[in-house]
Every structure is written in structure tokens, then in C-alpha cells.
């Protein structure tokens, strides 16, 4: 994990955006369109932190999820993915209350062999989505009369 921290460029000093011992995985936190609120996942939860400084908040979501992805337009909320089998749901979750819906079922026609969906990144106007998979597929061959030689 990382800890991420703000720089001033025009003074050349420092200060961290979380407190001390909080590390984030990179993919795990998104910045709000008006660069106001850092929403971060650490330890399974959500937590906004203020740009500003200041004391971050608990965001208690009703659907957990296990990564975040982008921050709506509108920067009400932020999306959230949760792996699901053979697959994956793209949820919101509304910062002023918690309330979180799942936006879309991501997985591709064909399961079969699926073992991940991952990468999946919503459009800025938030009307289309890409995503990436795996799929491990195998042959399996039944030989009969073999002998020893």
C-alpha cells in the first residue's frame, strides 16, 4: 500500500492526507470532480477524507464493496465494484447517506471459465463501461485401450 500525502508546488511543502499508519492500494480511493474529497477504502471500509484537512468521515454504505473506481460527474457519489461469481456489480454509493444501488452486472455472455473481471471503468458522462477478464479453459480427453508396453 501507499500513503498518500499533498504536495504544494509552489512552496515545496508537504502534509499527509490520512493519518498516520493508513496506507491505500492503488485503485482503492477516488478523488471527487471538484478536488474536494479523496473517498478511500482501507480495511474494508469507505472513509472521506476533506482535501482541505480536516477530520475524516465513515462512510456507511448498505452494499459493501471491495474496491472503488471513480467518482460520479456530479461527485454525489462514488463507484464501487463487488466481485460477484463469474462476474462483478457496479454500485454507487450516495455520500450524504449511504444508500448504494448497483448500477450494472458486469460479466461476459460466455462464463464459462471465468476466474476475474476486473479493470472496469465507467465513462466520464457515466452511459458506457469497459472492463477486462480472465478465463482459464482446458481440454479434457478420455483415451480408451491404451496398454502397457
Partial sequence: GRVFGLLDLGTGKSRSLTPRGVKFDLGRHTVSPDGKIDAAMHDQEIWL???????????????????????????????????????????????????????????????????????IQVSRDEKSYFYNYTRIRSDLFLVAGLREA
Avoid: H, N, Q
Fill in 49 to 119: 477524507y476533506p482535501i482541505a484537512g480536516g477530520e475524516p468521515l465513515p462512510l456507511k454504505s448498505t452494499l459493501p464493496v471491495d474496491r472503488l473506481m471513480r467518482s460520479s460527474a456530479d461527485g454525489r457519489f462514488p463507484y464501487g465494484r463487488k466481485w460477484k461469481s463469474g462476474g462483478a456489480e457496479v454500485v454507487w454509493i450516495e455520500i450524504s447517506t449511504g444508500r448504494a444501488e448497483v448500477w450494472k452486472t458486469v460479466r461476459p455472455s460466455d462464463r464459462a471459465g471465468i476466474t476475474a473481471v476486473y479493470c
